[in-house]
């Protein structure tokens, strides 16, 4: 079956750790996007990713990092920069291109806590 | 630019009741609109989209959304409410003004539902 898969689902971080979480996917699709969930406050875009090789900030980037060397893979790292990085991330998919009303199909989110 | 103001952060309705979840915009050009819905530790679901060809849009498990150009509105509603329609509920905006399909999401809905 196609779909989104990311790993792990639960992610413990020690205060300076800088981890990476996993998102892959098997839908051909172009874009990719990684989004941040906290309570009551929505998803806020992290980074996002139109082409392999490509990728640009969203609206909370900083102490983020990504890459895209692979279509299906687009891993997020966790900076010790990012200060406040308990939450739960979501990572998406999409055909690509210019369609905005291209569905995003995302995956089942990993929660990461900071000890 | 675009925005999403949900109305309401918790609706509770009955077993059998309509279910009403309000959606307002911002946008300087026709915008294309998305309702998603999350259950608990998942990620998202496409419920139904918006792509300008109707206005009333019908998608999955008996919910539809009437987009209404002046009111700024794309309301979900269903006219039976089922206790496995309790969850959290995006609605989401496309940006427009960067390539591809980035969404701007509400801080969601939380809908229960007794029996």
């Known amino acids: 079956d196609g779909g989104i898969t990311q790993s792990p689902k639960y992610l413990f971080r020690k205060e300076g750790q800088n981890v990476t979480l996993s998102c892959e996917q098997n839908?051909?699709?172009?874009?990719m996007y990684w989004y941040r969930q906290d309570p009551g406050q929505g998803l806020r875009l992290i980074y996002y990713?139109?082409?392999?090789?490509?990728?640009q900030k969203g609206d909370i980037a900083e102490g983020y990092s990504v890459s895209r060397e692979k279509k299906e893979s687009f891993p997020l790292t966790v900076t010790s920069a990012q200060k406040n990085p308990t939450a739960f991330y979501l990572c998406?998919?999409?055909?690509?291109?210019?369609?905005?009303?291209?569905?995003?199909?995302f995956g089942p989110g990993t929660r990461l806590t900071v000890l | 630019a675009q925005s999403v103001t949900q109305l309401g952060s918790h609706v509770s309705v009955s077993e059998g009741a309509l279910v009403l979840l309000r959606c307002n915009y911002s946008?300087?050009?026709?915008?294309?609109l998305f309702w998603y819905v999350q259950y608990p530790n998942q990620g998202l679901q496409l419920l139904l989209k918006?792509?300008?060809?109707?206005?009333l849009v019908k998608g999955i498990n008996g919910f539809e959304a009437e987009f209404k150009k002046s009111e700024t509105s794309f309301h979900l509603t269903k006219p039976s409410a089922h206790m496995s329609d309790a969850a959290e509920y995006f609605c989401?905006?496309?940006?427009?003004?960067?390539?591809?399909?980035?969404?701007?999401f509400g801080k969601g809905t939380t809908l229960s539902v007794s029996s």
């Open positions: 998406a998919s999409s055909i690509g291109g210019t369609g905005f009303t291209d569905t995003q199909y």
């Open positions: 839908l051909n699709h172009d874009a």
């Open positions: 990713s139109q082409i392999v090789n490509d990728f």
């Open positions: 946008s300087s050009v026709p915008p294309y």
């Open positions: 918006y792509t300008s060809a109707a206005t």
């Open positions: 989401a905006v496309t940006r427009l003004n960067q390539a591809g399909t980035a969404l701007i």
